[in-house]
């Protein structure tokens, strides 16, 4: 993406390839190769949130979190706010063509991101072919709708919202 060629602060995540999402190491080492900061989501300790930390090096700047998913080790030195972030790629199960996506029904992506202004970060997902539907999931009114979502075969911009 032109916007990735561009970007300096790229949120993703660690892949929880045991609960059936991406392994997203090979995507992380990338993001280091290409010269751009890294950020992971880390749970805050009590209610929805998320913290995000900057790593260098992601099997040596993590530990195992909250519902054993892989985050940053907490280091005030390497916090960042949602708003400086200019790419946050967000893990789902299942998308639809207008940016709808369906996580694990917590919320703590959406919460995250109505923190920042209306156009940043950029939101992307990446999906297999199969869960990406045409027809319109339903939505709660806090949703956060993607504006990218990458499949093996597609490349699906979001901008035709209903």
């Known amino acids: 993406l032109k916007e990735y060629r561009h970007a300096t602060n790229i949120l993703a995540y660690y892949g929880k390839v045991s609960a059936g999402e991406f392994n997203t190491l090979p995507l992380l080492e990338r993001i280091l190769i290409d010269g751009k900061r890294l950020f992971l989501p880390k749970c805050i300790s009590t209610g929805i949130g998320l913290d995000l930390f900057e ?3 992601p099997t040596q700047d993590i530990e195992e979190g909250r519902f054993s998913i892989k985050e940053p080790k907490s280091d005030p030195t390497r916090q960042i ?3 400086a972030i200019d790419i946050a790629i967000i893990p789902g199960s ?5 940016g709808t996506r369906y996580g694990y029904g917590k919320g703590y992506y959406d919460t995250l991101l109505q923190k920042c202004e209306k156009n940043k970060p950029l939101k992307v997902a990446f999906s297999l072919d199969f869960a990406v539907v045409s027809t319109q999931l339903p939505k709660h009114r806090r949703d956060i709708p993607l504006d990218v979502i990458i499949s093996e075969t597609r490349l699906i911009r979001s901008d035709k919202k209903i």
């Open 55 to 57: 790593i260098k090096n």
């Open 94 to 98: 299942v998308f639809d063509i207008f």
């Open 81 to 83: 706010s949602i708003e």
